[in-house]
């Protein structure tokens, strides 16, 4: 049972133009929510997160978009760039669960030159 | 800060092996993590502990796995007897009262 899912195995995205990552969620006690970069042969990194409060948050070039009605979330990245190639797993924690997430399976995002 | 560090690395072993993982978590850090990564069922957590005690284990696969974290700074993840269904790559991570949980680099562990 799937509680953040993320139904896009891939994406292919062409240099300078948007990516848009999307992940949907099944709880509605998910409060926070991560997104986390992974390269090959490395452990996945924070990138940017977003409070159940908020429905944007913004660093740089990425944007994460939370729309709780939808239990739907994003993340674009603009420009893209070719470093911008790996795989993108989407998180949540559970209310006054402070330090346990739950991760979907991640996207694997190709940066074409 | 060396960050989180695993080892091994690399783990090749024959069914029926015992495997042992090793993590030490960022200095500092309360709580630490343990991941298993497949393609089929992504980024599973495992077991969590909190000041070195087991808060939640209910990601553990079977009795075949068990976690001990003896201090602050080093934790296993013990597989015995080892299946080919085990192989993938285990992540440890930790976090220290913030949001962000910090990766090891991660054990590619294949059993044959």
């Known amino acids: 049972d799937q509680q953040v899912k993320q139904n896009s195995p891939s994406l292919s995205v062409q240099e300078g133009r948007i990516s848009i990552l999307n992940c949907d969620y099944t709880n509605s006690m998910f409060d926070y929510f991560l997104w986390y970069k992974k390269y090959p042969a490395e452990g996945p990194t924070f990138l940017i997160s977003i409070s159940s409060i908020k429905d944007k948050n913004e660093d740089g070039r990425f944007t994460v978009f939370l729309n709780k009605s939808a239990k739907h979330l994003s993340l674009h990245i603009v420009p893209s760039q070719p470093g911008d190639s790996a795989v993108y797993f989407c998180a949540a924690r559970l209310m006054n669960r402070d330090d346990k997430i739950i991760f979907g399976k991640g996207t694997r995002l190709h940066i074409l030159p | 800060d060396a960050g989180v560090i695993q080892s091994p690395r690399h783990e090749v072993t024959e069914m029926g092996q015992e495997v042992t993982l090793r993590c030490k978590p960022i200095?500092?850090?309360?709580?630490l993590f343990w991941y298993r990564q497949t393609m089929m069922r992504g980024l599973e957590l495992l077991i969590y502990?909190?000041?070195?005690?087991?808060?939640?284990d209910s990601g553990m696969p079977e009795d075949r796995f068990s976690a001990k974290m003896p201090n602050a700074s080093f934790s296993t993840l013990k597989i015995q007897p080892s299946e080919p269904r085990d192989s993938a790559v285990y992540f440890c991570?930790?976090?220290?009262?913030?949001?962000?949980?910090?990766f090891g680099p991660g054990t590619r562990l294949t059993v044959l």
């Open positions: 991570a930790s976090i220290g009262g913030g949001d962000t949980q910090y």
């Open positions: 502990f909190n000041n070195n005690v087991p808060i939640d």
């Open positions: 200095s500092g850090h309360n709580s």
